[in-house]
Structure formats: C-alpha cells, structure tokens
C-alpha cells in the first residue's frame, strides 16, 4: 500500500518534527535570511475522457476498454453505457424497505453488506499521459472517488485508498517514464458492498441508487525536494495576522537544505525560514505573517488573498479568506468577524442528485455550478448552505469561496437512533474513521465558505463524540466549531441541530397539528428534542411538504396532501400549497428568534417516482425554479423578516380584527418605513387596510398590532402584512375565506 495514499494530512515522523511544531518566528527576523530560488511545481490536468471497462474480480485486469467516460463524472455516464450501472441496495435503504413492508425483512440479514442488483463488482479506468523531463518526484492527485481507490502505473501496482469522499496522493517516481508515454489504470468499486462493513461509504436511508465513478479532479504534478505536503492557513483577525502550517518532506535519498518561504500575494506579508532534512524526513512548520490591514472576507465581500509558498524544489500557491467564525451559547448566536450574523439558507444533498435522471454532467459543468451557488441563493436571501449526506467536487468550495456562501460541510454518515429500524444496525472501525476525517479535513481547511465541520446526520451513536471528533478536532489550526446531530456536543459553543418536522406525523395518519397552532407558539425546541438545552441551536431542516418536480407528492407527503387538499388536487395546486406553507414556517422559526439559523431541505435533491423527499425546480437543467417557491420562500428569507402572526381559515366580515406582525431586522443597521396589512381578494382587488410607521434597530427585532376593520361580503382572500423601507418591501401572505 502506498504510504502517500493512507497517511495523515500531519504527520510528524522524527523528533526534529515534533519540535518543529512548538516554533514560531516573526516575519522581521526571518526574511533576515537566506534565501534560494524556488523550483516551481509543474501540474498537469488529467480531467477529460477516460477509457472504461468493468469486471467482477479485483485482480483480473480488462483485456480490453471498449467505452469511454468523463473524469470528473460518474460510471453512468459512459458511452456505450453499462447495464444497471448504479443498481445496489444499501443496508439503510434497505431497512427502510423493510420497515415499509416492500421487501422481504430477512432482506437485512441476508444482504449485511448491500444487495448487488449488477453484473459487476469493479470499473476500470485508463488514461495515457506524457510526462515531462524528469524531476525528483511525481505525485498523482485524486480528489474524490468511489468506492475504494486502487491505481497501477505502467503496470506497478501502486497501493489501495479506502476513502469515497476525500482527496488520495500516490507516489508515481518509482514507476513514471520520464519524457515518454505512460499508462495510468485506476480501479474503483462499482457499488459500496467491495469495501469493508466497517468502513466510511456513504449511509442513507432514502437514497435508491448508487453510482461509483471519479467524480472530483485529478492531476499529477511534478517537482523537486523537498516537497510541500500539506499546508493550512489559519487567520487571526483581531491581531491582522495568519498562521501558517507548512509539512514538507524530503523524498529524494541525500540530505536537503532549503528555504520555506511564504509570501501573500499584493502585500509584503512574508516569512521565510530554513529546513535541513534528512532522507525521508519530514518536518511541519508553523509561522506567522502579518497582513497590514486585511479585508475581511464575508458574504457581502468574498475577498479572497493568495498564499505563495516555496522550497527550493517545490511551489504552491493557496487561495485564503481572512475570517473567524464561532457560535456563542450565551447568545444563541452565530459571530463572522466578531459580529452576529443570522444564518438564512438551505441544503444540497448532491449524491442523491447524482441519481436524478436529469443529473448528467450538471455537477461538473462551471455555469451551471455557478449559478446554483451564487446567482440563485443571492436571489433567495440565503448566506448559508449545508452540503447534507454527501461531498460535493472541490470546485464547488472554491464557487462558494468567490461567491461568499458559507457552508456546513458534512461527513456522509447518517445512521440514525437504534430504536428507528428493527434488525438494522451499523459499526465502524473507528481508527479508519479518524484516518477519514482527517483527510477530509486537511481537504478543505484552507476553504474559507467552509465554517462549521458537521460530523454526522441525524445519527446516535456516542463514537464521535468519545474518539473520534476528540482526535481530529485540534487539527484545525481555525477552531471551527463541531455539530455532531443526535450527540451531545464536545465543546461549550459547539451547536446543536433541530429537525422539527411539525407535520411527519401525516405520515402515520396522525393529524393533530395544524398551522393555526403556531398562533400560540414561541419558536423554541421542544422540550428534550435537542441534545443540549444550553448550547446554540440551529435549524437545518424542516418543512416535511416535498413534492416531485410534476407536483406528485413524494413517499413520505401522500398523506400531507391528501388531508391538507384532498385525492383530487392538482399538481400546480399542491406546487403552490407547499411554497405557502414552507415561506410561513421558515417566517415563524425565524420571527421568534430561538435559532441561530434557519435552513430549509431541501434546495437540490433527485426527483422521480419512489423518492423520500424533492427539491423545488421546475427544470433542474436550466435551474429554473417553481415560480411559488421563488414568490413566497423568496420573501420569507428577506434580511427584513415579516412574520403576520395568523392562520384562521376564516374572517367574520363586518367585524374588526388585531393583527400581530413580528419584524425582524439581520443587518447591522437600523431599518425604518411603513407595516401595512390589508385583506386583499386573490386578484389582487385591496379590500381594507390600515398602517402604521416602524422602526427595529439594528439585529434587532419589533412586535406590531395592527387593526384592521372588516369589509362586508364573503369569498376567499389574502391578509398581507408589508414592510416597505428605502431599500424595498417585504411581504407576508396568509390564505383564509371572509365570511358573513
């Protein structure tokens, strides 16, 4: 086994690297010293097509490679295509089958390891490249393949990689032809059920196919000694510094000397300091630069600096944010740059979108990408997203750090609390878990959108809590804050996550909520539904409405239609029932104030009849979004939030009526202007209103009664509250009927 491809983003291999860690040197004193020309590290791309070809046996190379395939992308999108490329049954889709009484229940039993639904057990992947004139080291880069890496280069066999969602490194020196043509072969799993039980490959109850593939980047670059390994950038922006962690290793056969310097790109922030290593060694670095006057990378201003870093032999250059964030428990707070920041957004569940008959090549394509993360959720008033059971490709962290999006990112673990399924349970080696997260860690600590490590969803299960997050945690030179679902959280401003999905008992025919409840509703947690009553919360999922893209309710929302619209409803009837609802649901969590963010599920997802949950596009090629849910939702996430405090289904006419509204204020400035409420028909025809002036100070919040006297007359209508300022209107809508 390669030891590049299984060891620790840090690794500290002598006593003169673990002293190394304890220095830390000025910038004045060490450009004060010598210094060497660098070596730049030459990179070439492997991305583009592929040869392909699958078998069943792990040792039995193809004879030949009939399709082709692109890298990145998925096995399914081979041309010719293979036959039931993505058919294998989980062990929790599973259980949920068998908890629904669809398949047999000795199913869980018989099938531990997943149920294989496809002729084969492997792909194989064959790619040709020149290499250049020699240097002293070739490195192969994966970002991110499933399920189990395995690479041979001119018929060496290079190692194995476990990991499906984190970047693997493989040493091609010993096997490379320099100036010449080489052939590269990676074996990946066709399905999870070829790695072992224990091992990290993705568990989620609601998803129906499995695709294995390539799905990130890869290259190879080429330097000298000594080699940059890994390198983090950690900014400290009360003192305007960062810190710079560099490991670097000799691999070459004689001792080294050379500088480490570090220069950030338009300033005169740099640091230089000297190494001497011996053959294999390895050495980590800690520095701190000064950055005179650093712009604060945020949402509304995603600045982003560049880090040059060099050896004699090797260069990198490494995008950064300057920016802190943390959660506070006193406040029930999120802080970006010391000062809170109200958390609006929602969430993408990108492997489940990898089985939607319109995925393709979406996740890989720039414009698409793009639009996705920075046109759309700006449109929507979102600043936060949680990348849910599933990684997504590197260049969708590198989008949200130009675009200013910032994101939970989650390892793809969801296996539930014991009592959830009968005969369904699930392990893991906790030492390959910890293997796991610190790549992935090390994979994205330099992103400055990524601002909370989420260890797991919806999952009990006391190893991450006691071992693992315990191990990898001091890794993150940032601090970042840890949410760890169904477990208590480690640290006292860790937060904790709510799922409150008000109407999931639809499902079971129980009935008992209805809108009109949250009329006498504070917003807080449900007593004993969190794991810590004193730590700050977050909301990240709710709504329990999804619907298919045609408007066909999915496998868990028949129920909520049928009661709420009856057998007979039409698609673009529920289409509009769902927005209405989910904007008045995202207004209430939000009015009230008890969460420190509000993010709804879900923003992209796969949708097809046998789906759990839906997404809200109308065409998720174009990202077109449902017009409803893009009116109402839209509204509902506005930084001036309105909240009408009613759901009667009915208003007596000729009466008058008190109103509460609810304003809510997540900019740092004051906001003033005019409340009005007003009935309205559903043309549009004002029947009565009245207003009144408003002012909420700055993060603040403000509670208005408005009177409004009833018209005569009867039908359905519309109660609007709108808070028009300078800067625009924002509007909340309740349905009810006037009645005589």
Known sequence: MSLLARRRPILVASRVAARSLQRTACAAILLAMASVRAAERATLSLNGQWEIADGVL???????????????????????????????????????????????????????????????????????????????????KIHKAQFGTDV??????????????????????GA????????????????????????????????????????????????????????????????????????????????????????????????????????????TWTLTLRVPHPRLWSPNDPFLYVLESSTSGDSVATRFGIREFRFDAASNRAYLNGQVIYLRGSNITLHRFFEDPDCGDLPWREEWVRKLLGEIPKRMNWNYFRFCIGPVP??????????????????????????????????????????????????????????????????????????????????????????????????????????????????????????????????????????????????????WLWLNRDGTPTLLTQRVYDHLLGPHATPRQRLDLWAYLLAAKTEFWRAHRQYAGVIHFIYLTCSYPGVYTSDHFRDVRTLELDPAFVDYVGEAFKPLGVYLNFFQPTLPANRSREFTVLLINDDPVPQRGELSVSLETRAGQVLTRASQPFE????????????????????????KAAARTEKGTTLSRRWTVLTP
């Not at 009939?66 to 062990?91: K, Q, Y």
């Not at 860690?441 to 315990?470: K, L």
Request: glycine letters at 8%; a negative charge; charged letters at 20%.
């Open 696 to 719: 909420i100070e700055p993060l603040g919040a403000h509670t208005s009664v408005v009177t409004l006297a009833m018209p005569a007359g009867s039908g359905e209508c519309i109660v």
């Open 58 to 140: 792990p040792t039995e190379l193809p004879d030949r490679y009939d399709r082709t395939v692109a890298v990145p992308g998925l096995a399914n999108l081979a041309r010719p295509p293979f036959e039931h490329v993505d058919r294998f049954i989980s062990r929790e889709n599973m259980a949920n089958r068998v908890r629904g009484n669809r398949v047999p229940a000795d199913w869980l039993r018989k099938y531990w390891l997943g149920k294989v639904e496809q002729p084969r057990n492997y792909f194989w992947y064959r790619r040709m490249f020149t290499a250049p004139s020699p240097r002293a080291v070739a490195i192969l």
């Open 176 to 283: 490379i032809r320099w100036n010449a043509e080489n052939e590269l072969i990676v074996r990946v799993g066709a399905h999870p059920a070829v790695l072992p039980e224990t091992y990290p490959t993705g568990s989620d109850f609601e998803k129906n196919k499995w695709t294995a593939g390539i799905y990130d980047r890869v290259s190879v670059f080429f330097c000298d000694n000594p080699v940059i390994e890994t390198l983090q950038i950690a900014p400290r922006v009360a003192t305007g510094e960062i810190l710079v962690q560099t490991t670097v290793r000799n691999r070459g056969r004689t001792p080294v000397s050379s500088p480490l310097s570090h220069k950030v790109r338009g300033t005169d922030a740099a640091a230089e300091v000297r190494v001497e290593l011996a053959p294999g060694e390895e050495q």
């Open 394 to 543: 590197e260049r969708w962290f590198e989008i949200c750090d130009e675009v200013g999006l910032l994101v939970q990112n989650e390892f793809f673990v969801w296996t539930g609390r014991p009592t959830w399924y009968p005969g369904y349970s699930r392990s893991y080696d906790v030492q390959e878990m910890i293997r796991q997260y610190r790549d992935w860690m090390r994979d994205h600590w330099n992103h400055p959108s990524v601002v909370v490590w989420d260890a797991n969803n919806e999952t009990e299960d006391p190893i991450f809590g006691e071992r693992i997050i315990p191990a990898v945690r001091a890794l993150d030179l940032s601090n970042r804050p840890w949410e760890n679902s169904y477990n208590p959280p480690l640290a006292p401003d860790d937060p904790v996550e709510g799922h409150p999905y008000l109407m999931s008992g639809y499902q079971r025919g129980d009935f008992r909520f209805n809108m009109t409840m949250l009329e006498t509703m504070n917003g807080g947690p449900r007593p004993g539904s969190l794991p810590s009553g004193t730590h700050p919360r977050l909301i990240n999922e709710y709504g």
């Open 152 to 173: 041979w280069l001119n018929g060496v066999y290079l190692g194995h990689y476990p990991g499906c969602f984190t970047a693997s490194y493989w040493d091609l020196t």
